[in-house]
C-alpha cells in the first residue's frame, strides 16, 4: 500500500501553544508513524511543507507533494488541538473513510487513555477537501490541557505505532522498527515537572551536549537539531542546516549566528 503523512505547521506557521508546541510534538508522532509502516513494507511519502511561511503556503505546499504521488490509498495529516478540551478526535471528508478512522482513533485512546472525541465529518479543512486521494486529520490530544499534554509528549512513540496499525488494520512488531525513541527525547524529570510546576507553560529541555554545534559538526546531536528544525537529519551540519538555525534564530529573537549554543539549543528543545 501506499501512503503520505505529514505532520501540521512549521517553525514558519506555528501550530497550538500551551503545555507544549504542536509542530514540534506532532513531527515526533509522524517520525514513529512512517517507521512503524515502512517496517511493515509499506510505501511512505513524508509530505510535511518546512519552508511555507504563511498557513496559505504551509497548506498549499502539503497538498501539492500529496497530489504529485500516483495511487495513493490515503493521506495523513497529525495534528494537536486546543482549547481546553480533553481527548482524540479524527476528521474525515465522508464517510467513506470510516473503518480507517475509527481503527486510528480507537488504537490511539487505548494506547494513551485519553477520551475518545469520536469521528467528525468536514468538508472546509483545506488537506481535506484538496487532496487527490482520501484524507484523514488526526487531533492527538489538546497541547493546553496538562493531562493531554503530557501523555502525548511522553507516547509520540506508541502514539505513533497505534496510527500505523489502524492505517493497516493489522499488528506491526514492535521488533521489525526502532521501538525506542531518540535518547533524552525529553528531559527525565518530566514527571516531577508536572506535578510540582507553578509555571504556567512546562518546558521538555533536554540536556545542552556542552560543546558549540556549528557547520562542520556531525553526529546525533545533529541529526536532534535537524529534526527540530525539519530539516533532512543526516547528521552532518552543512549549508542547509545553518541556513534553519539563522532563521530560527531571527524568528526567536537569538543572536544570528547560524550555532547552536546553549541559548539556541534551550530554545530548540524547549515545547
Known sequence: MKFSIHAGHNS?????????????????????????????????????????????????????????????????????????????EVYQYDEKTNGVAGRILNNICEVTGLTNRGLKKNQSFYVLRNTKPSALLIECGFVDTKTDAMLVASKTEVIGHAIAEGMLGKNIQTRNAASRTSTHEFDQ??????????????????????????????????????RAL????????????????????????LTVDGVVGPKTWAQLFAA
Open 12 to 88: 514558519f506557521v506555528p501550530g497550538a501553544r500551551g503545555y507544549i508546541s504542536e509542530e514540534f510534538v506532532n513531527r515526533k508522532i509522524k517520525v514513529a508513524t512512517i517507521r512503524y509502516l515502512r517496517a511493515a513494507g509499506q510505501t511512505v511519502y513524508d509530505d510535511t511543507d518546512d519552508y511555507g511561511r504563511t498557513q496559505n503556503e504551509n497548506l498549499a505546499a502539503i497538498v501539492h507533494k500529496v497530489n504529485k504521488h500516483r495511487d495513493l490509498d490515503l493521506a495523513v495529516s497529525i495534528h494537536l488541538n486546543a482549547g481546553g478540551g480533553t481527548g482524540i
Open 189 to 226: 524529570s518530566l514527571p516531577a515537572e508536572v506535578k510540582g510546576t507553578k509555571r504556567s507553560v512546562v518546558k521538555l529541555v533536554s540536556s545542552y551536549p556542552g560543546y558549540l554545534i556549528k557547520r562542520g559538526s556531525r553526529g546525533e546531536e545533529v541529526k536532534r537539531i535537524q
Open 230 to 253: 525539519s530539516v533532512t537529519a543526516d547528521g552532518i551540519f552543512g549549508v542547509k542546516t545553518e541556513a534553519a538555525v539563522r532563521n530560527y534564530q531571527k524568528r526567536h529573537q
